[in-house]
């Protein structure tokens, strides 16, 4: 399955209500709301508020990424998201903070940034749902994408199907029509997508997206 979550960082939050039905009219499976502090990374983006007011106006999904400096300090703030995902760098003990996860009834996604290396997570992959490869430096969108962390999915996806295990493979940042594409090639299934979802008609980028992603489906 494909899934694809449209980044409301890239909306006109003027209108967020109206960017957000229009993505939801094109497919999306949920939204990806980043919550930035001005210290993991330097920028500012939404907070648990934005949760709540998007619960009114959508049935779909929240995934709240946690782009902060001390995510366990507010994850019970998030216990309203479906997914909370957080950055593996940015907890002392991830395995703890996973556990904390789940006891506020949440699904669990880590992220690994670029100059990350995933091997180190091995442990925990057989209690994550998602496991977000960045291709971007996290705080900003609209920056291209790094096709090197592809080797991070693909190892990904051979881990996945020796172990039998069945986390989604995600990538956040720079994904586009044709990225998104390179990405399903080497074995993602959850792509986050800002810039190119909240462009033009977002119905219809968020349709394209899907299709283009659908064209390269592995079937392994
Ligand atoms: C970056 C965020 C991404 C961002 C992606 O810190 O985690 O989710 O919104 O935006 P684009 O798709 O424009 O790179
Ligand atoms: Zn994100």
């Not at 940042?173 to 594409?181: D, E, K, Q």
């Given at each position: 399955m494909l899934h694809l979550s449209p980044s409301i960082l890239a909306a006109d939050t003027a209108n967020l209500a109206v960017a957000v039905c229009a993505a939801e009219a094109g497919g999306a499976d949920s939204l990806h709301i980043d919550i930035?502090?001005?210290?993991?990374?330097?920028?500012?983006?939404f907070s648990p508020k934005t949760l709540a007011d998007l619960r009114r106006v959508t049935t779909l999904p929240l995934h709240a990424h946690l782009?902060?400096?001390n995510?366990?300090?507010?994850?019970?703030?998030?216990?309203?998201?479906?997914?909370?995902?957080?950055?593996?760098?940015a907890t002392p003990n991830l395995t703890s903070t996973i556990a904390a996860i789940r006891r506020l009834g949440c699904a669990v996604g880590v992220a690994v940034n670029r100059n990350r290396s995933v091997e180190p997570l091995l442990p925990v992959l057989d209690r994550v749902d998602l496991l977000l490869v960045m291709a971007v430096e996290p705080g900003f969108g609209g920056q291209p994408f790094d096709a090197s962390v592809l080797d991070k999915v693909r190892w990904l996806h051979a881990q996945r199907a020796s172990s039998r295990l069945d986390f989604a493979i995600g990538v956040d940042?720079?994904?586009?029509?044709?990225?998104?594409?390179l990405s399903v090639?080497?074995?993602?299934?959850?792509?986050?997508?800002?810039?190119a979802a909240f462009t033009g008609d977002i119905t219809e980028s968020v349709r394209q997206l899907r299709a283009a992603a659908s064209a390269n489906r592995r079937l392994t």
């Open positions: 930035m502090d001005g210290h993991y990374v330097a920028n500012y983006a782009e902060v400096g995510p366990d300090a507010v994850l019970s703030l998030f216990a309203a998201a479906d997914m909370i995902i957080v950055q593996e760098d940042g720079g994904v586009n029509l044709s990225t998104i594409a090639a080497a074995g993602a299934d959850f792509f986050a997508v800002g810039s």
